[in-house]
């Protein structure tokens, strides 16, 4: 068990330092003797009252839906729970260009709004950030809440048809006590989402009204190059996030990862005409907001694809390089992190500090880490040299604890249900890795290798921080193009984009399927 | 010759107590009550529990301190023997360590897997084997590991009657005439009749030395026969 202890303790400290480095870099340089001016200030309080509105909107929305999809079987419901999942892997700015197309200036809402005579509405600022986090949300919070209906026993919906029981009093008895046990934690973990999100706040925010922390980091690097302003602003997103991290700890979050959602709770209630038409609309609503989007990148970028100028198509390569390696260093973070837990787990405290390492990225957000990187390197190297390695790392780190979620789990039950046959064949080591353990996560591992290469291939994140002039990845050219309104190169860009995240998740996942066995 | 010298083992307030040999080769039965500690036992033997005192040796080798893997011995389990993702083969194989294979190796798998009637089916996986044949691989990897002892945890006890007493006899045919020591645990008291001339009483805190089957059995003490009842 030593080696595994060994890599595993080398990758944790690994992970801990390109974390925590960057924060203390961060510390020394940040300029807390300038304080806090008006517009730092206003960008706190921004980067809350979105994530709040964001949290809020997405569950509460997300409650109805989640209600029609556990009590409704119909055509189409497995595919739309699937499309649940997608927002996980859809580029944020892709999806940002499809909300356009809708709500945009020019956006099928707009141009309805014209033709009945109404003024138009805007997209950018605080509502177009919230509508952004909400298509990205809903989904999450739809699943997460859609797993605590179907954890309801379904003894107890079979005792309440028994009892005869009206829909109030079903409503109190059964579902109530579930929802006030799940919403605080979906709220809670969207919360968290929204205060790292930068790509959103990148593409809709902006200006003195709508400017997260993030986003002030972003601006004190590029517009202003202040490096001491940008690392105190680092400071206080860390505090931030670390805040609500903490309490995220305390009111229990839902692992996001369910599975088995494609069962549907039986019950005998819900038959009148009303709550049909209710739940009805719920999903139709849903469907709609989640789909249209995403079937306007589709038509909008279909005709850019065919002829995509050069610098796109170089991007695409840097982006699925970048993509591959952040994969496959998240793979050999999570299996080194879960093995060494795993070995160690007669130690508890050690088994525990090593997996918490894991867990580290969620408090830091990634321009936190960029902006202590670039700091750091800055002296030595152009940064905009090294921007597609670090890229690499932070999104490899970023994913990291949703790779050890799906490992931890299947590699302690390879260990409890053949670690003593293995034990008993003298199996140790690399010969253990390869013959037990590896096969033994194929899924978790391809699943976890596609979520990260797909999660990579969209970021928008530390690679616009580190702005390369010529080697931008697939979504900061995409982006640069919006910027120049080259729309239609920016739509085939944006259908590519799409195309490779799905299609690198699929790659992945499905080399963890194929010829597994159970 | 295997030797338990003073051997104690404690697990909260369960307690077990051997100190005797076994001098093989040959079939050795195992049998008692339930939670008396048959499987303990047997742990304690292939190193998955270290006793709280005494010592464990194999001839002149005290193998208390090794790990399971470097022991003289192998193991079979009552389930999760074979690993799923491999196949017949490369289940066998690795009783012969992990790394690459020799031709001669490969012949002695191929034999091995011959010798307990599993030809044309090394390619299978686990799941496409019956629970009989599963048991069948596992014994042809304890064949190829050649180890002299060869500890049995009630393998066969989810196979219907037949086909547990088939696979005691291919045990004997096969692991016994290859001059192993067998323990087998069971809790059919027929099974040692049947097949071990000598058994190892678990009962009441304590692992009796092997006596002969047919006149423990008979003459039963008191506390089998509350459990032969």
């Known amino acids: 068990m030593r080696p595994a202890a060994l890599a595993g303790g080398a990758a944790a400290v690994f992970v801990a330092s390109i974390t925590l480095g960057p924060l203390a870099i961060v510390a020394l340089r940040a300029e807390i003797g300038a304080g806090l001016g008006p517009a730092d200030l206003a960008a706190i309080r921004f980067t809350i009252w979105q994530a709040l509105l964001s949290a809020v909107f997405s569950t509460l929305l997300a409650i109805p839906v989640a209600r029609a999809l556990a009590r409704r079987r119909f055509w189409g419901r497995g595919a739309l729970i699937t499309l649940m999942g997608a927002p996980f892997i859809v580029p944020v700015i892709v999806a940002v260009f499809g909300i356009l197309a809708v709500f945009g200036r020019n956006g099928i809402v707009n141009t309805a709004f014209a033709w009945l005579g109404l003024p138009p509405v805007s997209v950018y600022g605080l509502q177009g950030v919230v509508l952004a986090h909400v298509f990205f949300n809903l989904p999450l919070a739809t699943r997460l809440i859609l797993q605590g209906w179907l954890d309801i026993p379904s003894e107890r919906f079979r005792l309440a048809a028994s009892l005869n029981l009206s829909p109030r009093a079903m409503f109190r008895l059964l579902e109530w006590p579930m929802l006030r046990e799940v919403v605080p934690g979906v709220m809670m973990l969207i919360f968290l989402i929204c205060t790292t999100s930068f790509a959103v706040a990148l593409t809709l925010g902006g200006g003195p009204a709508a400017t997260t922390v993030e986003l002030a980091i972003y601006q004190a690097f590029l517009l202003e190059f202040d490096l001491g302003r940008a690392a105190m602003l680092a400071g206080v997103q860390f505090a931030l996030t670390g805040a609500a991290a903490l309490v995220a700890l305390v009111v229990a979050v839902p692992a996001a990862m369910g599975a088995g959602l494609d069962r549907r709770v039986e019950r005998w209630d819900g038959l009148s005409l009303t709550s049909r038409l209710v739940d009805g609309i719920a999903v139709s609503l849903a469907a709609v907001f989640l789909i249209v989007p995403l079937v306007m990148i589709a038509l909008s970028g279909a005709e850019g694809l065919t002829r995509l100028p050069p610098e796109v198509l170089g991007a695409a390569g840097r982006s699925l390089i970048v993509a591959v390696v952040a994969a496959a260093l998240t793979l050999v973070l999570s299996v080194s992190i879960a093995s060494a837990a795993q070995a160690l787990k007669h130690r508890g405290g050690a088994a525990r500090l090593i997996e918490m390492t894991g867990y580290l990225a969620i408090a830091a957000s990634p321009l936190v880490i960029g902006t202590g990187l670039f700091l750091l390197v800055f002296p030595i190297v152009d940064p905009a040299r090294i921007a597609l390695v670090v890229t690499a790392v932070v999104n490899a780190l970023m994913a990291l604890p949703f790779a050890l979620r799906a490992v931890m789990p299947a590699l ?107 | 010759m295997l030797t338990l010298d003073n051997v104690e083992i404690r697990q909260g307030t369960y307690r077990l107590e051997a100190d005797f040999s076994v001098t093989g080769p040959g079939l050795f039965a195992v049998i008692g009550p339930s939670g008396a500690g048959k499987s303990t036992l047997l742990a304690a033997i292939a190193g998955f529990i270290v006793p709280t005192a005494g010592r464990v040796f194999w001839d002149q080798r005290d193998l208390t301190d090794l790990p399971p893997g470097d022991r003289p011995l192998s193991v079979v389990f009552q389930d999760n023997n074979l690993f799923p993702h491999l196949d017949a083969q490369r289940n066998v194989a690795l009783g012969l360590g992990s790394g690459r294979l020799s031709e001669a190796e490969n012949q002695r798998i191929d034999e091995a897997l011959a010798r307990v009637g599993l030809v044309g089916k090394e390619r299978r996986k686990p799941a496409a084997l019956s629970g009989g044949e599963q048991g069948r691989v596992a014994l042809a990897r304890a064949l190829v590991r050649d180890a002299p002892l060869v500890l049995l945890d009630e393998p066969f006890s989810a196979l219907g009657p037949a086909l547990k007493a088939e696979m005691l006899d291919l045990v004997d045919a096969v692991l016994v005439k290859a001059g192993k020591t067998v323990l087998f645990v069971t809790h059919d008291p027929e099974d040692a009749r049947r097949m071990a001339p000598q058994t190892i009483l678990v009962a009441e805190g304590m692992a009796h030395a092997p006596q002969p089957t047919r006149a423990l059995l008979d003459d039963a003490p008191a506390a089998l026969r509350d459990y032969l009842e």
């Open chain 1, 412 to 518: 302690a039950a390879a260990e409890a249900r053949y670690g003593r046959t293995a034990d008993a064949l003298g199996l140790r080591g690399w010969a253990r890795m390869r013959w037990l353990i590896l096969p033994r996560l194929r899924r978790p591992l391809g699943f976890a290798g596609g979520l990260t290469a797909a999660l990579s291939m969209g970021d928008l994140g530390v690679v616009a921080l580190f702005s390369p002039v010529d080697a931008a990845t697939l979504p900061l050219q995409m982006y640069r193009l919006m910027g120049a309104f080259r729309m239609e190169d920016a739509a085939g860009a944006a259908l590519l984009l799409l195309m490779l995240s799905l299609a690198l998740f699929w790659v992945f996942d499905r080399g963890g399927r194929v010829n597994a066995d159970a």
